[in-house]
């Protein structure tokens, strides 16, 4: 139900975008992501990320130079390693939604900066012991940090782009929290339906 209500949500921001004469778009994204801080060593062998995902973009012009770029982005993690000869496994499934200020340098450069909020929907542990997969109960639904980056956009509305997001809150609810925040670079391929 949680999902249902997740994807209606964002069909709905989709129609709304286009009666408001809002730019939209479609993405896809590749994302590496590791945490950062004292305890990282502690998390996942301190083994680096990779993801996929996909997801729609809106963009509301203020002026041809400015522009607010945002949308949702399903979003699915992976962190593999190994440890004495037995594999362990993460698994994180994200709705991502940006809120960035764009400003275009030339009708095809731009680059953009602001929020990165995120909501998990899921978070799995595995071990090749248990051979089981298993909810993480104290990893945080709310995520929020800074993410800026730039960009290029095609005539025809095909467009590159890569960021990085800093993690400003604990992904961790234990007692005493563990110092890791995450750290993501992420790379996209868009095309704009109506700019």
Request: charged content about 15%; cysteine-free; aromatic content about 16%.
């Amino acid at each position: 139900m949680k999902k249902f209500t997740l994807l209606a949500a964002v069909a709905l921001f989709a129609s709304s975008a286009l009666a408001q004469g809002l730019g939209l778009g479609a993405r896809i994204s590749y994302q590496s992501e590791a945490m950062m801080g004292d305890d990282a060593e502690f998390f996942a062998d301190e083994t680096v990320s990779s993801g996929f995902g996909g997801g729609i973009d809106v963009l509301y012009h203020f002026s041809p130079m400015v522009g607010l770029h945002s949308g949702a982005l399903f979003q699915l993690n992976a962190y593999s390693w190994t440890v004495s000869s037995v594999d362990y496994s993460y698994l994180f499934m994200n709705l991502q939604v940006p809120v960035l200020a764009r400003i275009n340098f030339t009708p095809g450069f731009f680059a953009e900066a602001g929020l990165d909020m995120s909501i998990n929907m899921l978070a799995s542990a595995y071990d090749e012991i248990s051979d089981e997969w298993n909810d993480i109960d104290k990893w945080n639904t709310f995520q929020l940090g800074l993410t800026a980056g730039a960009g290029y956009t095609l005539w025809f509305g095909l467009e590159f782009s890569g960021r990085f997001s800093y993690g400003l809150l604990d992904p961790i609810d234990t007692d005493p929290t563990p110092d890791i925040k995450p750290f993501r670079l992420q790379f996209d391929v868009s095309y704009w339906f109506k700019k």
